[in-house]
């Protein structure tokens, strides 16, 4: 037996086809790519390329096995434990994890011995029931079959519908069964190390079997051996631990016993030590040999294995064995996987490499073994802090710091600084991280500065003085000052330095000990600001803005809070007033200063006994607002102001006083130093010109948060600005000053009003002073100093807004101060516009930056006036003016100018049209007046015409909609044109007759029958009545317009819904055939086509075509599933690897097992029959429910077929509408809904509110600010309980285009444009690039680059954007979310498009009956938003956005009727109460969006054509069955996107078999599903059964005590009906004819009858 073994040591393996030497030296692949991963490898190269059979070693020579007589059971006691886990088998044993794994390996070792062939069968066994095989491998296959074909069977026989298998099955018994998988083989090895683990039969067999699995095609398979094979390397690494240690203490033993004297010696025991040590060193060989074949047989090829979590097997194992046994495996031969492996495409793989690397490192004997290593591959580690995986960076970050303590001197400067800038990084764990780094490097004590420590005036330094002095040279030299708070957030848990508040008021006021320097004034400044951002945080206990999300504090951190509130505010009170003394004139520091008392503890001040303090405070608060003027410092010191004043502190009596003493002495001085300024008969001099500005600059600074009105300074105020407009010589600054502080005062006086019963005299006198405030800043409009003329501009539109008939609106006592311009202030407004904004700077010598800053103003001004325009405050004419320069200055203006012309057509159409004609006789005149006669063929006629082109295509492609709009447009133009005077030679053409050919482009607006009322009307008006005889060129004009109006007979028109249904039904066989397209998208996506025009060819219909299109790529995504060697199976959890489309394709086998399951379920009840695959399925293919409370005829003889528009040729069998016990029903539930719900009235209010206030809202909002959208639920005009908040914002200077073309309707000078490219997405995702270099601070933050382009991450820009809104918010989908009050709210920063998605471009052609053309214009106009989320299945998950169109869908729910919203609001009700109430596993699958996308989909395919109050209940019903369906076919289509299954990653494989038996069994009980809403029922389910049951009593058993004998017909008639809705129809039909038996004195035996009738009716059905 030796012999053998040391033969077969010395033996040649076959491994990949290659002989190598059976030796622990492990040669390098040929292929020595970083980032290659192989295919996995086929079944037949699996178990027969190494040419080995159970039983031989691993050199070839095969061991002789003896034939099996048969199977033999074991003969072992099944604990009950193992019995009630299932069949007691070892995989049963291993799930259940009840019984302890080293009993069940020791009986199965003990099995083993007695017969180790049944033993091996049940080994393998559990490996393949491990994996998520079924089949069974039997003992005449393991007899007669190598392991080859043993595994090709089992491929076979494995169940390829179900993509589950037990590692990666959700659920805590999966995640124990994959732990006890693992040390089951551990503990395996471990019981068989000292007996069968050597007898060349067991381990050959394993490690064989495991060898070929993994190299199966299968997923499960190879995921699961590998696993297995690398736990049994681990548990082997661990036996050659124990061997190696038991051989040294062999030779030890050896050697003492040799060394000794010969009579002493005992040769027995020198011969016994002898044979032990030869055979523990041939276990070691036998050992080492297992493991060598493993790694290569195994390892070698699976650590490129396709699937990541295989990959992160690989590199986890191997950094155990590196760690336990580093004589064999800490050797660059091994060392180089885990270096290639670094650069592995996936962050799950790059994690566990780093992981396997850092104990090695903090090892300090591994560490030293390691310097090759490090060397080779220290930049990639490097460079990995820059990971886009988060936790990737964090761990690299990590190793970075291992590194450095191992040798300092190998990291470069370079490499230190790449780590240092990540303090300022935008994700907190990595800034923390960096922020250890930076610790370890620069912020180290001296261990012996103890003993150094200098004194000054008594107190020592403190040792967090030179690591403060290195931090303020570090912020400085990073050049990021605007981010001290980052610096000081990374730093916050590392080092206690960022709260030492002595050491840094000492180095500010102390003076320097011994040998140290002054710190200079950029040094004070910068330790100022870290010392603040410092306050802030220890005050808050919150992260920066921006950086990660907000969580709630913890009980111990809102403690730890408190406590540095409390010492800091100690400190500060003392500190503060002197570091406000030292630095009093310095306004940057001062204004860095004053934000720390925002953050006191105010209580203070009193408790301790501080009012000496507060009063320094406060003197040096008022000498600040005495000798500054910088706009900075008096804005940070009137918060202040407003913090130390607040009412809730004890101190506020006394800060009030302080601040109203302020207030005194600056309004004294200002009014003095008005008197000195207006002096009669004196020109004011320099001083007195700064005295009033300085005052100005602190009445302005202090208004914006106090109101100063109660000091009666508006006269003085009103005065400045009516002598800036009555004398010239008033300073600019001065004038602009007075006008910001009057609309600041106008707008106290309206905060000032009671809402409710406002005094009327306050009214009077605020009326007043607004006409005067008005009058003044109209004549200033055109002062000789421009900035004057300027503010006066803004101040009047801000007044305009704010003032605006809105207010009355709102709250009708407030109409008397509405504020309505005139026509000669609209005009002058429009003027402003002419000579401020309009023009062109041909100036080349003026700088960029002026140049930018200018432009922004300009913009500034023309947004102020388009606000006016589009909240309908100035006439929409008086915009006529600015649309004429739509094309000349459409880089500058273009976005602004189109948005006002959108908004103003909702307005108004025809006021529109008529304005954009009146701007386009604007130009022409112009024209006219610089040529005289206008030149056709001139660049300026071509430029007029091509702005007409403009003009016309923003009216969109509705004819219907826009026909009153382009009637005007044409009138207009040819009253015009053909304008003439009296004394007209009419054989000449009128003078603006060529203006025809500029309205020519509005003539493919008119619809067909409108063009010959056109042409007669332009008849009619020629001169003269009649056509002219000549058609010389000078009559062109006239003709090319004509043409154009009698062309167009064979032209596509859009046609009536009545129309386009006759046409769909009639011709539906006629219909192109779409035969061609995926099976399983039919079922969902709607493909009907529009019928085109008569006489026009099929082909010319672009929907046609668009149709067509969708096809080819559903088409393409079949072909290519079938070419993916492992595609998604049944219900699997797609991986990232997998594509989007493949896991849709997966589906097919989805269904099958749902079939399978349902044929089961269907055995035993009366469910209905399951539709196969690829026939024509329709929402209304289940059967009839049967309902218990539906009236008879519901689903009998008298249904009505209606066909699906959305799949040609099925007819759907619906409830007729005209059931009278269906109407009662439906209308109760109609009314009670409008309770729970609300009216239509109440609904329509509640969306008007909201749009006012976010209108009201966005007139305030800066060009650059964000834009606020509520959506959802609340914005829709539901109030249900427990509804949350959905709140979009968006960068109003943000905008996403689709493709390049559409960037020339931007200015890119302050437009920052990201590009959609959705190429590489699944359907309704797209990724963001980045195309301005010039950004947010956000956006900057969240760029990666990838191909050499920078495109915007969705994560980290969720992480950034998560608490900018609200503090303490987390992270959930896109949004962030938290608890305001008693409201949880959600909200999502996201990016907006002005353009329609060429991805939804599908659902414009299916709108023909719902919503309306005009729904669908707006809609389509304002484009969607992109919010931050990925597809789970994309391959750039992490960086993909979602396009949303929730904007899309409020339009849409506003265009239901008031039957089909309270149809959604049930269905909403429904979900929560029903639904979501039948199980814990199934409550998260369905959420409200589901619902909201069914009904849209039954609304627009007319599946019910009438929506009433009787029809309500039909149409719930009618939705249900289209979810349960969905539900069945796993496929959920977007609305807008219907190629985008919304169910695909979250509703399959077992989850959805569950959700769907649960909806069925709802659905089996027809309407009286319903009943188990307590919203429906009023009460709580379970009392009203206890209730029914107490009343059936009641009614059998009581004997004339309770009810008189001639009420007993009614108390049968109530239990029958209280029967009959709860489902129990048996006893309802027994109760009616109990009824019938009673004495008929209530005369309500007609009514029993047809209750009867009805029950037995649905009996029958």
């Not at 529109?912 to 300026?940: F, H, I, N, P, W």
Request: aromatic letters at 8%.
């Amino acid at each position: 037996m030796r012999g053998a073994r040391k033969a077969k040591s010395k033996a040649k393996v076959t491994v990949q086809g290659a002989f190598v030497e059976a030796t622990s030296d492990l040669p390098v692949p040929e292929n020595d790519s970083d980032s290659d991963f192989e295919e996995p490898m086929s079944v037949s190269g699996a178990g027969s390329g190494r040419g080995r059979k159970r039983g031989s070693g691993r050199g070839g020579s095969a061991v002789k096995r003896p034939r099996q007589t048969g199977a033999a059971a074991r003969n072992r006691k099944k604990s009950e434990d193992e019995e009630d886990s299932g069949t007691g088998s070892l995989f049963d044993v291993v799930k259940s994890g009840k019984a302890s794994l080293q009993s069940t390996v020791d009986e199965w070792i003990e099995s083993y011995k007695n017969d180790r062939d049944t033993a091996l069968v049940e080994l393998i066994q559990f490996f393949i029931q491990g994996s998520g095989c079924k089949g069974t491998i039997t003992p005449f296959m393991y007899a007669n079959q190598e392991h080859a074909e043993i595994i090709r069977k089992m491929t076979e026989e494995f169940d390829e519908d179900s993509g589950d298998y037990p590692l990666i099955m959700s659920g805590p018994n999966w995640k124990r069964f994959r732990v006890n998988f693992c040390e089951f083989v551990q503990v395996l090895v471990r019981q068989c190390q000292y007996s069968i683990i050597y007898d060349q039969y067991m381990m050959d067999n394993i490690i064989s079997l495991l060898t070929g699995l993994t190299d199966s095609q299968v997923r499960a398979f190879r995921h699961t051996s590998t696993l297995a094979a690398m736990k049994l390397m681990t548990a082997l690494v661990d036996v050659a631990l124990n061997l190696s240690i038991n051989l040294d203490n062999t030779q030890r033993q050896y050697e003492a016993e040799r060394q000794k004297q010969q009579p002493k010696r005992a040769n027995d025991r020198l011969e016994m030590l002898l044979q032990r040590r030869q055979e523990l060193e041939e276990n070691q060989a036998e050992i080492r040999n297992m493991l060598t074949y493993i790694f290569k047989g195994v390892f070698v090829h699976r650590y490129r294995d396709s699937q990541p979590e295989i990959r992160s097997i690989c590199m986890a194992e191997i950094g155990t064995w590196m760690k336990k046994y580093p004589n064999m495996f800490l050797d660059d031969g091994y060392l180089k996987y885990v270096g290639w492996t670094l650069y592995d495409k996936s962050g799950e793989v790059r994690l566990c490499c780093l992981k396997s690397l850092q104990p090695l490192y903090d090892t300090e004997e591994l560490a030293t073994k390691l310097e090759l290593f490090t060397n080779r591959f220290k930049d990639r580690i490097v460079e990995m802090t820059l990971d886009k995986e988060h936790e990737v960076a964090v761990q690299a970050i990590k190793l970075v710091i291992s590194i450095l303590q191992f040798n300092e001197q190998i990291l470069a400067d370079k490499d230190c600084e790449n780590v240092y800038e990540l303090v300022y990084s935008s994700h907190r764990h990595v800034a923390q991280a960096a922020g250890e780094f930076l610790n370890a490097k620069l912020f180290r004590r001296d261990e012996n500065s103890t003993n150094k420590l200098k004194i000054h005036r008594g107190k020592k330094q403190s040792l967090n003085t030179p690591l403060l002095r290195d931090l303020v040279q570090f912020f400085i030299e990073s050049e990021l000052h605007e981010h001290g708070a980052y610096l000081v957030d990374s730093l916050w848990e590392i080092n206690d330095m960022m709260k030492d508040w002595e050491c840094m008021t000492d180095l500010l006021l102390e003076e320097p000990a011994k040998g140290e320097e002054y710190m200079d004034d950029k040094q004070e400044t910068s330790l100022i600001e870290i010392m603040v951002c410092c306050v802030r945080q220890a005050a808050t206990g919150e992260s920066p803005v921006g950086r990660g999300t907000s969580k709630k504090l913890t009980s111990k951190e809102n403690k730890q809070v408190l406590e540095d509130k409390t010492r800091l505010t100690e400190h500060f009170i003392a500190t503060l007033p002197q570091l406000l003394l030292k630095y009093l004139m310095d306004g940057e520091k001062v204004a860095n200063l004053l934000q720390i008392p925002q953050y006191f503890d105010l209580d203070i001040y009193t408790t301790s006994r501080q009012e000496k303090n507060l009063e320094l405070l406060l003197r040096y608060l008022h000498e600040i607002m005495e000798k500054h003027t910088d706009s900075e410092v008096l804005e940070a010191a009137s918060k202040c102001y407003e913090s130390l004043c607040s009412e809730e502190f004890a101190i506020a009596g006394k800060c009030d006083v302080a601040r109203k003493t302020l207030i005194d002495s600056l309004i004294a001085k200002f009014k003095e130093s008005m008197h000195d300024f207006f002096a009669e008969g004196e020109e004011p001099d320099d001083d007195e010109i700064f005295a009033l500005l300085a005052c100005l600059k602190r009445i302005e600074a202090l208004y914006s948060c106090h109101d100063l009105n109660s000091w009666d300074i508006w006269d003085d105020i009103f005065h400045i600005i009516k002598s800036g407009n009555d004398s010239q010589g008033i300073p600019e600054e001065i004038v602009c000053k007075a006008l910001a502080c009057g609309s600041q005062a106008l707008l106290w006086y309206l905060n000032k009003l009671d809402e409710a019963n406002p005094n009327k005299n306050e009214m009077k006198s605020l009326r007043k002073r607004l006409n005067d405030m008005m009058k003044y800043c109209h004549d200033l409009l055109f002062h000789q100093q421009d900035k004057v003329g300027e503010e006066a501009y803004i101040t009047i539109c801000d007044l305009l807004v704010m003032f605006s008939r809105h207010l009355g609106e709102i709250n009708e006592v407030m109409r008397p101060l509405v504020y309505e311009p005139d026509k000669n202030l609209q005009q002058q407004l429009s003027n402003f516009l002419t000579e401020k904004v309009f023009i062109e700077d041909d100036d080349d010598d003026i700088d960029e930056n002026v140049k930018i800053e200018e432009l922004h103003k300009r913009r500034n001004f023309l947004a102020s006036f388009c606000k006016l325009v589009i909240y309908n405050i100035v006439q929409i004419r008086m915009a006529a003016d600015m649309f004429k320069h739509y094309m000349k200055f459409y880089n500058d203006y273009g976005d602004i100018i189109k948005a006002t012309l959108g908004k103003a057509r909702e307005i108004n159409k025809v006021s529109t049209a008529k304005t954009l004609a009146l701007s386009l006789t604007q130009l022409y005149k112009e024209l006219q007046m610089e040529m005289g006669a206008v030149d056709r063929s001139s660049e300026a006629f071509q430029s007029l015409k091509e702005l007409s082109r403009r003009f016309a295509l923003s009216f969109g492609l509705d004819q219907v909609k826009n026909r009153e709009a382009v009637a005007a447009m044409h009138k207009e133009g040819i009253v015009f044109s053909l304008h003439v005077d009296e004394h007209h030679d009419l054989s000449t053409p009128p003078p603006n007759l060529s203006f025809l050919e500029v309205i020519c482009e509005f003539t493919n607006k008119l619809m067909k029958q409108d063009k010959k009322v056109v042409l007669h009307y332009l008849d009619k008006h020629l001169p003269g009545g009649m056509m002219p005889q000549s058609r010389s060129e000078e009559w062109q004009s006239l003709f090319t317009y004509r043409n154009s109006l009698s062309q167009g007979d064979g032209e596509v028109h859009p046609i009536t819904l009545k129309q386009a249904t006759q046409r769909r039904y009639a011709n539906k066989r006629k219909q192109i055939d779409v035969s061609d397209h995926d099976s399983n998208m039919s079922d969902w996506v709607d493909m009907s086509v529009g019928t085109p025009a008569p006489g026009v060819p099929v082909m010319a219909s672009t929907a046609i075509k668009r149709r067509r299109m969708d096809e080819e790529s559903v088409g393409g995504a079949s072909e290519q599933s079938e070419d993916f060697q492992e595609s998604y199976i049944g219900g699997a959890p797609p991986t990232p690897h997998m594509s989007w489309m493949t896991a849709q394709k997966g589906q097919t086998g989805a269904q099958r097992q749902m079939e399978a399951a349902y044929g089961h379920y269907r055995q035993g009840g009366n469910l209905p029959p399951m539709e196969t695959e690829g026939s024509e399925a329709s929402i209304g293919d289940f059967e009839s429910p049967r309902s218990h409370v539906m009236p008879p005829g519901y689903y009998g003889d008298g249904t009505q077929n209606i066909e699906d528009p959305s799949h040609s040729g099925v007819i759907h069998h619906l409830p007729p509408v005209q059931v009278p016990g269906m109407q009662h029903m439906s209308e109760s539930v109609f009314v009670g809904l409008c309770e729970i719900v609300g009216t239509s009235q109440l609904v329509a209010l509640r969306r008007e509110t909201e749009a006012i206030r976010e209108m009201v809202k966005r007139r305030v909002t800066p060009n650059d600010g964000l834009i606020e959208m509520l959506s959802g639920s609340m914005r829709e005009g539901f109030r249900l309980k427990g509804s949350d908040r959905d709140i979009m914002f968006w960068y109003n200077n943000d905008r996403v285009i689709m493709d390049m073309s559409q960037s020339e309707n931007y200015n890119t000078a302050n437009t920052v444009l990201i590009l959609s490219d959705s190429s590489e997405s699944p359907p309704g995702f797209t990724l963001l690039q980045l195309l301005t270099p010039r950004t947010g601070r956000y956006v900057f933050s969240a760029c990666v680059r990838m191909n050499d382009r920078v495109f915007i991450s969705s994560s980290i820009w969720r992480q950034l954007t998560c608490s900018v809104m609200v503090p303490n918010t987390t992270v959930h989908g896109p949004c962030g979310t938290g608890i305001l009050g008693r409201v949880e709210y959600d909200t999502a920063i996201c990016f907006i498009c002005d353009f329609w998605p060429s991805s939804a471009s599908s659902w414009i052609d299916r709108c023909h009956a719902w919503p309306n053309p005009e729904v669908v214009h707006d809609i389509v106009r304002n484009g969607c938003h992109f919010v931050a989320i990925g597809h789970p299945l994309g391959i750039h998950e992490n960086e993909e956005w979602r396009i949303s169109f929730s904007q899309a869908e409020y339009k849409l729910v506003y265009s239901m009727n008031h039957c089909q919203f309270l149809t959604y609001g049930l269905l909403k009700i429904f979900l929560k109460e029903v639904i979501d109430q039948q199980s814990e596993e199934t409550n998260k699958l369905l959420c409200s969006y589901h619902m909201k996308t069914t009904v849209f989909w039954v609304i627009q395919n007319n599946t019910l054509p009438y929506w009433c109050p009787q029809n309500l209940l039909t149409g719930f019903w009618v939705c249900f069955k289209l979810l349960l369906k969905w539900v069945y076919k796993g496929i959920c289509p977007n609305f807008f996107i219907p190629q985008n299954n919304m169910f695909l990653t979250k509703i399959n494989g077992s989850a959805q078999n569950r959700l769907f038996l649960q909806l069925h069994e709802l659905y089996k009980k027809g309407l009286a599903c319903l009943l188990h809403s307590s919203s429906i029922r009023h009460i709580d389910t379970t009392l009203s059964k206890a209730a029914l049951d107490e009343l059936q009593v009641l009614v059998h058993h009581d004997q004339g005590m309770y009810i008189y004998d001639l009420s007993r017909d009614i108390s049968w008639e109530i239990l029958g009906i209280c029967q009959q809705m709860a489902g129990n129809l048996q006893a309802a039909l027994y109760s009616y004819q109990q009824s019938l038996t009673q004495h008929p004195i209530n005369r309500i035996q007609t009514a029993t009858h047809m209750r009867i009738q009805d029950v037995v009716s649905q009996l029958n059905n």
